[in-house]
């Protein structure tokens, strides 16, 4: 099963993402966060549980799913990069939204009727949702809500991660954006900020290794029970 994983800096790791790519777990980081190799990233912890073999890693640091404009998640490039030597993913993982709440992407909502806009995260999530099937149909695609965190050590139990932006957008309201965009479409939620886990993140939105494991565990908990099939298989019966 190939696997590829959509996302921003939090799914970056040095070397496994394209060429030319902006990436923060990099040299500089990857000691200070204790995140050494590619196994203490959530997304490779959550690819080896699967018993599935990483195609692309798609993420860039810093982008947005809004505006249309490289790196967007809504760009041209990004959505064409999820496939590599004429394969395409089985498996689609999606990590995004975080920048757009923290740069105070407007929501919107999603109309049925009229143009989307993609400089609104609630039409531009649905229209990279749609993008993704319509040249991706064989994959399966599984969307995030927003885990929050908390400051790690003896602070662990305050949470890092505001709950309000700096122009008063609630970040619960990104999350119905992302719950509505995948009920609009064939893709699968795997609702993360519903289950009242956090990961440890020393600057709030990072997570150190510690943070890492903890969010692959939730991804692992949430892709439980999807009923999705590989080869005519459960694709998560393997799950542990």
């Excluded at 965190?149 to 709950?163: C, K, L, T, V, Y």
């Excluded at 890492?212 to 459960?234: N, P, T, V």
Aim: hydrophobic share 40%.
């Amino acid at each position: 099963m190939l696997v590829s994983v959509f996302g921003d800096s939090i799914s970056t790791f040095e070397g496994y993402n394209p060429p030319g790519y902006a990436v923060y777990y990099d040299a500089s980081d990857i000691l200070s966060l204790d995140v050494r190799k590619s196994a203490d990233c959530w997304w490779m912890q959550t690819i080896m549980a699967l018993g599935g073999e990483l195609l692309v890693n798609d993420s860039y640091s810093g982008s947005t799913v809004s505006s249309g404009i490289f790196p967007a998640a809504t760009n041209e490039q990004r959505l064409s990069n999820l496939g590599k030597d004429g394969q395409s993913p089985d498996l689609i993982l999606i990590y995004l939204g975080v920048n757009d709440f923290m740069f105070c992407v407007p929501i919107g909502r999603q109309t049925s009727d009229g143009p989307r806009v993609a400089h609104y995260f609630a039409d531009a999530y649905l229209m990279m949702l749609e993008e993704l099937e319509s040249r991706y149909p064989q994959a399966a695609i599984c969307c995030a809500t927003i885990m929050r965190s908390n400051w790690p050590g003896r602070f662990r139990h305050i949470q890092a991660m505001p709950e309000h932006n700096e122009t008063g957008l609630e970040l619960a309201h990104y999350d119905e954006a992302i719950r509505a965009a995948v009920a609009r479409t064939n893709a699968k939620l795997v609702d993360l900020a519903s289950f009242g886990k956090r990961y440890d993140a020393p600057d709030g939105a990072h997570p150190n290794a510690r943070g890492h494991a903890q969010l692959a565990r939730q991804w692992i908990h949430g892709l439980r029970g999807l009923g999705l099939k590989y080869e005519g298989r459960s694709l998560f019966s393997s799950l542990h």
